[in-house]
């Protein structure tokens, strides 16, 4: 795949577009209840400072959490935003995250800090702002599945660091474009050899045996399947 056709493709997807519009509503509104130059700035920056912080906890704590699953009424958004994710990572259905758990997850991220900033403008450009970060995440997480040869060291070693993170082991590297809380709170890892291979790389612990006490996953996938997704038709 080249750049060109990833870019043609990655634009083409529903979520990106309503992302977009949702960004470009936000813009209207700050254009409708401008807050001044200061808070606005200071609002799209501390925007771009928070997502990050909030990806890495959402990721760490929540999207790869052993409780989502023990409950029928959140074990569908679990196998949705995740679980599936991480059994076939080069399932392109479902790379994107869903809008229903993205959009309010930015809002509640960006909107109050915003509000507290500068009212309505900033709450409305901060939201903005996340979104467009979300956009950019997505864009490069695309990168990291895909079967594209980034050209630049750092974006091949952003690649790199998530591939390990889904084919060897899913308890370290939970950022896409930004390693520095991981670095911080000790989940990086540069290399496959720093760490033994997790037996749990592609079902998260959601094993045959914890399906056995909590089937709601299990009853939404026809099953726990088990080994690397690419042998699984050869087994």
Known sequence: MTLRELIHAYFQYPA?????????AAGGVWLWRPAPLIQTLASIALAVLVFPLAWYVLHRWVLHSQWMWKHKWLAPTWKRIHYDHHQDPNNLEVLFGSPLNVVPTVAIATIPLGYMIGGTGAAAIAFGTGMITTCVNEFFHCIQHLSYKPRYAWIAMIKQRHMAHHFHDETGNFGITNYWWDR?????????????????VFNLGYTAEVAEKY???????????TGHPRRRNKD
């Open 16 to 24: 990106i577009i309503l992302y977009l519009g949702l960004a470009a």
């Open 184 to 200: 911080l709170f000790g989940t990086l890892y540069e290399r496959i050899g720093d760490r033994k291979k997790s037996p749990t």
């Open 215 to 225: 089937p709601y996953v299990a009853d939404l996938s026809g099953g726990v399947a």
